[in-house]
């Protein structure tokens, strides 16, 4: 008889942190939300729209024509180095977009941060952005920096792609991001020089002096056309040399002349020389341009209204690199139309760049003058309480989109927020991811300013919360950042609840980034907390955590343990919710022990009860797990009826996951019945489902079942190449389990193909690699690879 397949539940049942359930013991713990379409990602555009009132700067995009042209050798890196605010960025962006057409599979974008308020973006988070761009697997998006750059480096392979690496601090945060294609080029701005990346990588490096004086008089004039007319060709170059001929002081001041068109320049420049002289006392010694770029930022500043002088100055409080005009209304205390109109009356006056319909950013140099406007003039205590209130709604609006994206995930009873604080609800889940989406990095930076600024019982309520996000896609750095820091500021809180929270939280995290030693540890320190706290629901929770992790390391008996106390818990709760889902758990562990006939009450009852909530994930899998184990008895005609019901399901829902991952159980069920054609369809769906999702060990999975319906059909040389794929995936993975079963299937193809050499290697690695596993079906797999003659050695 055919054997069913072993993965372990991959689904939902329920609540975002069933997300956890919804681990295989194929490669850890699939995190997936349901698919509408499928297709290959699309080659990636993201560069920004470059910004307007660009100086042609026509030597210097020559010198990057003649960099990308050279013909000695291909150029894979350029660099961009400038002091701030002479334009590198522009630059980069016009020329970028000028040369796109060169690199036809795409361009991508990072700004690294690298000068802002903030620690700089470290690689590991871009890697993990560009990898879900470029359609890598799950398993793919890890938390291991040297495994992601070099899944990056294979993606990018054959590729013709730019990169742009915006506002890097140092050579190591710009190395694993580079492409080692010659058909790739990586373009990198700095206001440093990064010799290391010259001398090491080969970069070309371009540096970017101040405007000339003809092009400073030429971006004035441009910038005042309309307004001014007839202004003195020298008074002009003396305006650009008070600016230092920097390309953002000069749009400052221009935008400063073209407001008052009847004052004479002389007079404008004489109130920018005042300024000038002030600052000059004020200052320490500097970067010459960068200081001199704070007279005109000051003299623009004092010609805004007194209520956008304070927004603007507040500005410098915003611990990310953009905000919302709703952020920005959070932080100064008005209401979202007063920010909006105090927003555009700052970036009429280029203080403030708007970078979409609701988004806006400041230069770094800008924000640093900000911040010294607010320390200057905002007492200490409405400091705080500026910041305090936009960390209050950064944390507000976090829950929100918990509410859309975990309704089941236990909610933290909030700092409350001012009555005055503006209020997000968004309509549907969607809409609250794209809110997460945009808000990504500022939610990661408010966690680190309320822990720094004292606040930190924001700081570890916006980690617990952000943890039902988190789990919903994996952005792993992310996640054990905030974790971390919320754990420490949990501890000097002295809760030990929330510290709870977050060691299960560091839990899941580091099992889903496939490092199930410290999730182990983690795990292990909640549940010891929740026991000296008496606190039974959380530790039933912990318990069903802890005993999935166990399941995913094939600690088959701890498994089942921590999860029949985890549902005993629960059942003393009355827990109607959690407790059959728990069931439905336990069920996997006994199917991965072999026990079929022990599993059909709780998966009968959990279906039961999924479908009176009207829960369609959570019964798909359970009629999937059924299937297995209506296999495993040998009832292959109920086991096909539930696998096409639970196939059924995830079309209506139009979950490519499940879809892609219950079509295996049904080619099972069809090859059980006798059925070797129609099993071939389901594994090729389910292959093709696979590689679109990007799910390595569930697209091994398939190639297994093909090969074993191909070997159904007499076609045993294309089952062993499909044998051979299978477990090529599963040993680059780390798998020892699947990998000997997969080893298993090849020795009987090899078998079928006159190999018996081969054969008999292959289940000589099998069986060394079931050494380590002691749980019934894995020793008496063993006992056949070693024991029984060719071509009976199936995992029953």
Not at 403 to 422: F, I, K
Not at 501 to 506: C, D, G, K
Not at 522 to 528: I, K, Q, S, T, W
Request: proline share 5%; charged share 25%.
């Amino acid at each position: 008889m055919p054997e069913p397949h072993e993965e372990v539940s991959s689904s939902l049942t329920g609540s975002a942190r069933d997300v956890v359930q919804a681990h295989d013991v194929h490669g850890g713990i699939h995190f997936h939300a349901p698919t509408a379409g499928l297709g290959r990602p699309e080659a990636p555009h993201q560069l920004p729209l470059a910004g307007a009132g660009f100086v042609d700067r026509i030597a210097e995009r020559a010198a990057l024509d003649r960099l990308l042209d050279d013909g000695a050798a291909p150029v894979r890196l350029l660099l961009v180095t400038g002091t701030a605010g002479v334009g590198k960025t522009s630059l980069a962006l016009h020329w970028s977009h000028a040369v796109r057409d060169r690199f036809p599979d795409g361009q991508l974008y990072a700004d690294l941060h690298g000068y802002g308020p903030g620690a700089p973006i470290g690689y590991e988070r871009v890697l993990e952005r560009f990898l879900r761009v470029l359609g890598a697997s799950a398993d793919t998006v890890s938390a291991d920096g040297e495994h992601m750059a070099a899944a990056f480096r294979s993606l990018l392979a054959g590729r013709r792609m730019l990169l742009v690496l915006d506002n890097a601090v140092g050579a190591s945060q710009v190395r694993p991001l580079l492409p080692a294609t010659p058909d790739c080029l990586a373009l990198v701005t700095s206001r440093h020089r990064l010799p290391g990346l010259t001398i090491r990588e080969g970069a070309r490096r371009l540096t970017l002096d101040v405007l000339g004086r003809n092009d400073s008089v030429a971006l004035l004039r441009d910038a005042t056309s309309g307004y001014r007319n007839g202004d003195d060709p020298a008074r002009l170059a003396e305006l650009a040399s008070l600016c230092a001929r920097l390309p953002l002081a000069l749009r400052i001041a221009a935008e400063r002349a073209a407001e008052r068109p009847l004052m004479h320049l002389a007079d404008l420049i004489g109130e920018l020389r005042d300024e000038t002289g002030r600052w000059e006392v004020l200052s320490a010694d500097g970067d010459e341009e960068s200081e001199a770029v704070r007279p005109v930022f000051t003299w623009s500043y004092r010609a805004l209204p007194p209520d956008a002088a304070r927004l603007f100055r507040l500005l410098g409080l915003h611990p990310g690199p953009d905000f919302s005009d709703v952020a920005a209304a959070a932080l100064a205390g008005v209401g979202v139309r007063t920010a909006r109109r105090l927003l555009d009356s700052a970036a009429a006056a280029h203080m403030v760049e708007q970078t979409a319909t609701d988004r806006f950013r400041l230069h770094d140099l800008l924000r640093a003058y900000a911040a010294d406007r607010a320390r200057l003039e905002e007492p200490p205590e409405q400091r705080r309480a500026a910041l305090r209130g936009l960390l209050t709604w950064y944390l507000h609006t976090a829950d929100a989109v918990q509410e859309r994206v975990a309704p089941h995930e236990p909610r933290v009873d909030l700092v409350p927020a001012d009555g005055a604080l503006p209020t997000v609800r968004f309509a549907d889940e969607a809409e609250a991811m794209r809110w997460y989406e945009a808000e990504r990095d500022n939610l990661v930076a408010a966690v680190r300013a309320a822990a720094s600024g004292g606040m930190d019982r924001i700081a570890w309520q916006s980690a617990v919360v952000l943890r039902a996000v988190y789990m919903t896609n994996n952005p792993f750095q992310e996640w054990l950042t905030t974790s971390r820091i919320g754990l420490e500021a949990a501890g000097r809180d002295g809760d030990p609840r929330a510290e709870a929270e977050l060691h299960e939280s560091l839990g899941m995290a580091h099992a889903q980034s496939q490092n199930p030693v410290a999730a182990a540890e983690h795990y292990a320190a909640a549940l010891a907390l929740r026991r000296d706290l008496r606190d039974t629901f959380g530790e039933a929770l912990t318990l069903n955590g802890l005993g999935l992790l166990e399941l995913r390391r094939r600690h088959l008996p701890g498994a089942r343990a921590a999860l029949e106390d985890s549902r005993r818990l629960f059942a003393a709760l009355d827990d109607g919710f959690w407790e059959p889902r728990v069931a439905v758990n336990l069920a996997q562990v006994e199917l991965e022990l072999g026990r079929p006939d022990d599993v059909g009450g709780l998966l009968r009852r959990g279906i039961e009860v999924f479908r009176a909530h009207g829960d369609r994930h959570a019964e798909g899998n359970a009629l999937r797990l059924l299937a297995a184990a209506e296999l495993e008895a040998g009832n292959s005609d109920t086991a096909l009826a539930h696998a096409a019901r639970a196939v059924d399901i995830a079309t209506e829902i139009r979950s490519a996951a499940a879809e892609g991952f219950w079509l295996l159980v049904l080619g099972d069920a069809q090859r059980a019945t006798g059925h070797p054609g129609p099993a071939l369809d389901s594994y090729r769906r389910a292959a093709a489902l696979q590689e679109d999702l990007g799910d390595r060990a569930r697209l091994a999975a398939a190639r297994d079942g093909l090969g074993q319906a191909e070997l159904a059909l007499g076609r045993a040389q294309e089952a062993v190449d499909c044998h051979r794929r299978a477990a090529a995936v599963y040993r680059d993975l780390g798998q020892e389990w699947e990998t000997a079963r997969a080893l298993a299937h090849l020795a009987d193809a090899l078998d079928g193909a006159a190999e018996p050499g081969e054969a008999a290697d292959a289940r000589t690695e099998a069986a060394r690699l079931l050494t380590g596993f002691t749980d019934p079906r894995a020793v008496r797999l063993r006992d056949t690879l070693l024991g029984q003659p060719p071509g009976e050695a199936q995992a029953r």
